[in-house]
């Protein structure tokens, strides 16, 4: 080859590699900020309803509580609390908060009391306030403790990130993560440390827990672990019978619970929380130690507690249940749903995390799925279409003049106030560049959020203005998360971005071929479908096979994607990569993929 065409085929060869980068790690994007706007210009100057500003005053200062002998509980550095156990050998940590500073600080406050090596860390379930302070626990990296979860953990993290972006996206607006000094608490807690969009992956569990209850001697006590579906289908709670602890995860803390999460979640089986309740009741324990809010002693009155949460659960399951058989729509069944008077009053029922509403959608859902029985629903208007046709029949201004008609009613009621948000969304939508829409649409949802007692409908409504006002930065620096991923998962999540629009008359089949770890994967893309095989790195393969194949190490497409490593200087002087085939080809085929998801 010579020299023109060597540095032809280097740029073909940068080019191609480079969109490659884009496709399986551009897993945000940034929404343009404006600079001379402030949060606190935006939303300052809300009002927080009375209920919600007297539970802020309930939240608890960070502190290490001795709860009996040998257990203690983190509580107020993060959303989540940090449990240690101490045997006679070691300490079990139990969660490890979202945040490796938090975690950090709470390790300061552990050794205060105990000095003894952690020797087994426990996931209570998937969700990341749970595990991602793990590294700060880890005190000797060449001895590194045990992590124990049940056997299911790790294949529903990686469903999370499937829809990583829309599930970072949920998570921002339901914890309010960007309102600074506006946010109120996230209901479990006085704030979710992080600002999702700094990812790693934890350290995954070595030791499965595979049975619905398993005991074990640990660091020289006797643990139970027991399978207590719930919040989430891996959920485990910790029973230490010595001590008479029982540590339930998220299946009980003192709010009503989280039957359905409008961050965006599947629906959560409320028959499988309540019986897991159950379960926890029928042990009888003298000390409660969840994994959010504070600590409970006493036999009876946890007793008391459990059968009361699973009353909650059962009630709101069952009547949902009565009146889908009446027929009733979801929204009708969601307004109905009101717990009785007797339930309504108990502390641990008030509607700061999960709300009746939320959770009866949420069971209607986990019977009959999205359609609701109404012919009018079987094929809706999108929301542009409905906006569209009602402003060619009633007309812009007229519906803009009702909504604000109804925004500046005294006595406006929060069902009139969803009103003018409609209104002015419907006018919005097609136009986002209409400011009287966007400044009434923008009031109606600060009048929302200020009448709201349930912080996290509150943290939504406002991280909405801010979203509408391009305050909330989506950048991600997905580096670790690729470092500590495995190569089949990276390659899955390339099925999701495929343009099938774009893609219907191709047919091609790619080869990547990981040396270091003998790993070797097929990608055929045919009938607008991206068919992501592994293969045996000794099946024999001829030219014919495929129209492109590369292979390189594990490791050196890893630092590809994370830009510490160019892929010219990979191809042409580390001579670590190499490519069989056209490369005209492989740009083809990346040009089908979405380079943001």
Same mark, same amino acid.
């Given at each position: 080859m010579d020299r023109t065409s060597a540095k032809r085929e280097e740029r073909r060869i940068w080019l191609a590699v480079l969109a490659f980068i884009f496709v399986t790690s551009a897993w945000f994007y940034l929404v343009p900020t404006a600079p001379d706007i402030t949060v606190d210009d935006v939303i300052g100057g809300v009002p927080v309803a009375s209920d919600l500003a007297r539970h802020k005053r309930l939240m608890y200062r960070p502190q290490l509580i001795r709860v009996t002998e040998s257990v203690y509980v983190a509580v107020g550095f993060a959303i989540s609390n940090t449990i240690a156990i101490e045997g006679k050998t070691g300490l079990i940590i139990v969660d490890t908060t979202e945040s490796l500073e938090a975690a950090a600080e709470i390790l300061t406050e552990i050794r205060r009391v105990t000095k003894k090596p952690i020797r087994a860390i426990v996931y209570t379930h998937n969700h990341a306030d749970h595990i991602q302070g793990t590294r700060?626990?880890?005190?000797?990296? @060449? @001895?590194?403790? @045990?992590?124990?979860?049940?056997?299911?953990?790790?294949?529903?993290?990686?469903?999370?990130?499937?829809?990583?972006?829309?599930?970072?996206?949920?998570? &921002?607006y339901q914890f309010g993560v960007r309102l600074q000094g506006q946010l109120v608490d996230v209901g479990i807690g006085p704030r979710l440390r992080t600002n999702v969009t700094n990812a790693h992956l934890p350290p995954p569990p070595n030791k499965l827990i595979y049975k619905d209850k398993e005991s074990m001697e640990i660091v020289g006590l006797n643990v139970t672990f027991l399978h207590v579906p719930g919040e989430t289908p891996d959920q485990i709670a910790v029973w230490i019978p010595d001590l008479r602890v029982l540590l339930p995860a998220d299946d009980i803390y003192e709010t009503f619970p989280n039957l359905y999460a409008i961050r965006g979640t599947p629906p959560r089986s409320s028959l499988e929380w309540l019986e897991s309740i159950r379960r926890m009741r029928d042990i009888r324990p003298e000390y409660l130690v969840p994994s959010h809010t504070l600590p409970v002693k006493g036999e009876a009155e946890i007793y008391d507690l459990f059968t009361v949460y699973m009353h909650a659960i059962q009630y709101v399951h069952d009547q949902s249940v009565r009146l889908i058989n009446q027929g009733l729509h979801m929204d009708e069944i969601a307004k109905r749903i009101q717990l009785p008077p007797s339930l309504a009053s108990h502390p641990y029922l008030q509607q700061f995390y999960g709300k009746t509403s939320w959770s009866a959608k949420s069971v209607y859902e986990s019977y009959l799925g999205w359609f609701s029985g109404d012919p009018t629903e079987l094929r809706p208007l999108t929301p542009k279409e409905r906006g569209s046709k009602l402003i060619e029949m009633i007309g812009r201004k007229e519906l803009l003049t009702e909504a604000r008609r109804v925004l500046e009613e005294e006595e406006n009621q929060e069902e009139e106030t969803q009103w003018a948000l409609e209104l002015s969304s419907h006018v919005y939508r097609l136009n986002e560049d209409d400011v009287e829409a966007k400044q009434l649409m923008m009031r109606a949802l600060k009048a929302l959020a200020a009448a709201e007692t349930n912080p996290l409908a509150r943290n939504y409504y406002l991280t909405a203005v801010l979203d509408h006002h391009h305050l909330l930065d989506w950048r991600i620096n997905p580096d670790e998360v690729i470092r500590g991923s495995e190569m089949s998962s990276l390659f899955d999540l390339m099925r999701y971005r495929l343009k099938a629009e774009v893609a219907a008359d191709a047919n091609?089949?790619? &080869?990547?071929?990981?040396?270091? &770890?003998?790993?070797?994967?097929?990608?055929?893309?045919?009938?607008?479908?991206?068919? &992501?095989?592994?293969?045996?790195?000794?099946?024999?393969?001829?030219?014919?096979?495929? @129209?492109?194949?590369?292979?390189?190490?594990?490791?050196?497409?890893?630092?590809?994607?994370?830009k510490e490593l160019s892929p010219l200087s990979a191809y042409l002087w580390h001579r670590n990569l190499q490519v069989e085939g056209s490369v005209f080809v492989l740009r083809r085929f990346l040009s089908y993929m979405d380079r943001e998801l």
């Amino acid at each position: 080859m010579d020299r023109t065409s060597a540095k032809r085929e280097e740029r073909r060869i940068w080019l191609a590699v480079l969109a490659f980068i884009f496709v399986t790690s551009a897993w945000f994007y940034l929404v343009p900020t404006a600079p001379d706007i402030t949060v606190d210009d935006v939303i300052g100057g809300v009002p927080v309803a009375s209920d919600l500003a007297r539970h802020k005053r309930l939240m608890y200062r960070p502190q290490l509580i001795r709860v009996t002998e040998s257990v203690y509980v983190a509580v107020g550095f993060a959303i989540s609390n940090t449990i240690a156990i101490e045997g006679k050998t070691g300490l079990i940590i139990v969660d490890t908060t979202e945040s490796l500073e938090a975690a950090a600080e709470i390790l300061t406050e552990i050794r205060r009391v105990t000095k003894k090596p952690i020797r087994a860390i426990v996931y209570t379930h998937n969700h990341a306030d749970h595990i991602q302070g793990t590294r700060s626990f880890i005190e000797t990296p @060449d @001895d590194p403790p @045990d992590i124990f979860a049940f056997h299911t953990l790790m294949e529903l993290n990686h469903k999370t990130r499937v829809v990583a972006k829309r599930s970072a996206r949920g998570a &921002v607006y339901q914890f309010g993560v960007r309102l600074q000094g506006q946010l109120v608490d996230v209901g479990i807690g006085p704030r979710l440390r992080t600002n999702v969009t700094n990812a790693h992956l934890p350290p995954p569990p070595n030791k499965l827990i595979y049975k619905d209850k398993e005991s074990m001697e640990i660091v020289g006590l006797n643990v139970t672990f027991l399978h207590v579906p719930g919040e989430t289908p891996d959920q485990i709670a910790v029973w230490i019978p010595d001590l008479r602890v029982l540590l339930p995860a998220d299946d009980i803390y003192e709010t009503f619970p989280n039957l359905y999460a409008i961050r965006g979640t599947p629906p959560r089986s409320s028959l499988e929380w309540l019986e897991s309740i159950r379960r926890m009741r029928d042990i009888r324990p003298e000390y409660l130690v969840p994994s959010h809010t504070l600590p409970v002693k006493g036999e009876a009155e946890i007793y008391d507690l459990f059968t009361v949460y699973m009353h909650a659960i059962q009630y709101v399951h069952d009547q949902s249940v009565r009146l889908i058989n009446q027929g009733l729509h979801m929204d009708e069944i969601a307004k109905r749903i009101q717990l009785p008077p007797s339930l309504a009053s108990h502390p641990y029922l008030q509607q700061f995390y999960g709300k009746t509403s939320w959770s009866a959608k949420s069971v209607y859902e986990s019977y009959l799925g999205w359609f609701s029985g109404d012919p009018t629903e079987l094929r809706p208007l999108t929301p542009k279409e409905r906006g569209s046709k009602l402003i060619e029949m009633i007309g812009r201004k007229e519906l803009l003049t009702e909504a604000r008609r109804v925004l500046e009613e005294e006595e406006n009621q929060e069902e009139e106030t969803q009103w003018a948000l409609e209104l002015s969304s419907h006018v919005y939508r097609l136009n986002e560049d209409d400011v009287e829409a966007k400044q009434l649409m923008m009031r109606a949802l600060k009048a929302l959020a200020a009448a709201e007692t349930n912080p996290l409908a509150r943290n939504y409504y406002l991280t909405a203005v801010l979203d509408h006002h391009h305050l909330l930065d989506w950048r991600i620096n997905p580096d670790e998360v690729i470092r500590g991923s495995e190569m089949s998962s990276l390659f899955d999540l390339m099925r999701y971005r495929l343009k099938a629009e774009v893609a219907a008359d191709a047919n091609l089949t790619l &080869v990547f071929n990981f040396t270091d &770890v003998r790993e070797c994967f097929r990608l055929t893309l045919q009938h607008s479908v991206l068919d &992501v095989e592994e293969i045996s790195t000794d099946l024999p393969m001829t030219s014919s096979d495929y @129209d492109v194949r590369l292979t390189t190490s594990s490791q050196v497409w890893k630092g590809i994607l994370t830009k510490e490593l160019s892929p010219l200087s990979a191809y042409l002087w580390h001579r670590n990569l190499q490519v069989e085939g056209s490369v005209f080809v492989l740009r083809r085929f990346l040009s089908y993929m979405d380079r943001e998801l």
